[in-house]
């Protein structure tokens, strides 16, 4: 099992950034990506950004190019997510998500960090 922790969603002003943090404990074993995923209300669930543990390439969805960065800390199996010139179109719950190998492979998903930009 492994468990998911996310903070630091909250309000914020267009053009403001935000910092979010996933932290992940539990048996990770082998970890192949984390990454971020949102939900906007009356919206489908998006693809946000995600980093490839073995190597650190990272990837992102279109619409956050230039804005937002995943990295990770190295001392602790932790990611973040550094969102800066946010908008109105980027209010949405986010999720954390973790992917690997632990006996057989696995996927999990964090409770969920609220984001609100206002206009």
């Known amino acids: 099992q492994v468990q998911l922790v996310e903070s630091g969603g909250e309000l914020v002003q267009t053009g403001g950034s935000l910092r979010l943090s996933c932290a992940a404990s539990g048996r990770t074993g082998r970890i192949d990506t984390m990454g971020w995923f949102r939900r906007a209300p009356g919206k489908a669930h998006e693809f946000v950004a995600a980093?490839?543990?073995?190597?650190?390439?990272?990837h992102y969805a279109d619409s956050v190019k230039g804005r937002f960065t995943i990295s990770r800390d190295n001392s602790k199996i932790t990611v973040y997510l550094q969102m800066n010139n946010l908008k109105p179109e980027d209010t949405a719950v986010y999720y954390c998500n973790i992917q690997g190998y632990e006996s057989s492979e696995y996927e999990y998903w964090g409770q969920g960090t609220p984001v609100t930009v206002s206009s």
């Open positions: 980093l490839r543990w073995d190597g650190g390439a990272t």
